[in-house]
């Protein structure tokens, strides 16, 4: 099966830790979607930007590994895309706020594993900052 992610499981280390027969097929960039923090990682639906994502190719073991991590139907919940990328997606939508500087770095890193614009990362963390002022 297939697995988008845009936030810490970007990074190559840190998914290899967590699900070592996850295997990286690339980075791209995930049309009318745009990178939100909620102390955490998101994504919503915007029809003016892009949103840098990797895309593994996961074993069930690996999605068990995903959704205990991500709080499964509890702080996340998944859904398809193109009916055969699964992405994580928070719950509650209702607040903004900026993540902790390990969390960003380990994003940020992931972006460089694959080659992804930061910009969108950056932006993501100055609203988020914004907001929390």
């Not at 940020?108 to 992804?116: A, I, Q, S, T």
């Given at each position: 099966?297939?697995?988008?992610a ?5 990074n190559r ?15 791209f ?8 923090f ?15 994502v990797v ?19 509890h ?6 895309i193109?009916?055969d990328?699964?992405v994580?997606e928070?719950?509650?939508k ?8 390990g969390?960003y ?12 614009d ?8 100055a609203?988020?900052e914004?907001?929390a002022?």
């Open positions: 099966m297939l697995y988008m845009y936030g810490m499981n970007t280390d840190a998914m290899a830790n967590r699900c070592p027969k996850a295997k990286p097929l690339g980075g960039y995930l049309p009318d979607t745009r990178l939100v909620r102390g955490v990682a998101d994504i919503v639906p915007d029809m003016d930007t892009i949103c840098p895309l593994w190719e996961i074993t069930h073991d690996c999605l068990r590994a995903l959704d205990k991590l991500e709080g499964y139907q702080l996340y919940n998944r859904r398809k193109n009916t990328w699964i994580y928070m719950n509650d209702s607040r903004t706020s900026p993540p902790n500087g969390y770095k380990m994003i940020e890193d992931g972006y460089k594993d694959f080659g992804l930061d910009r969108c990362l950056r932006v993501a963390l609203d988020a914004e907001v002022a």
